[in-house]
């Protein structure tokens, strides 16, 4: 699955705060669904959790108290991406222009 190809600039750029070491600590939850729903199955149970599908796994997130997700989530967020083919490295430069001769 070529996901690359479904990311906006806003969705590269939570995939790249979601792979940023140290880990970010101001991840927007409606950024991180956002992003997922342009990548994988999302669907919202009765009970306000998401179970989300890609790259041929299944997670039931639960949506975070405040707007931000925790550590927790950004650690299951980089496994589900990178099985999926998504990394940090595969959206950084592409759309930077940098073209040297």
Not at 4 to 28: M, Y
Not at 84 to 99: E, K, Q
């Amino acid at each position: 699955m070529d996901a690359d190809h479904k990311l906006n600039g806003h969705h590269r750029a939570t995939v790249e705060k979601i792979f940023q070491h140290p880990v970010s600590h101001n991840i927007q939850w409606h950024d991180v669904l956002s992003l997922l729903g342009s990548v994988a199955e999302v669907n919202e149970e009765h009970d306000g959790r998401f179970t989300v599908t890609v790259g041929g796994e299944t997670e039931t997130l639960d949506s975070p108290s405040g707007h931000d997700v925790d550590e927790q989530m950004i650690v299951d967020l980089r496994r589900m991406l990178k099985g999926a083919g998504i990394s940090g490295a595969s959206t950084s430069g592409a759309s930077t222009g940098d073209r040297r001769a």
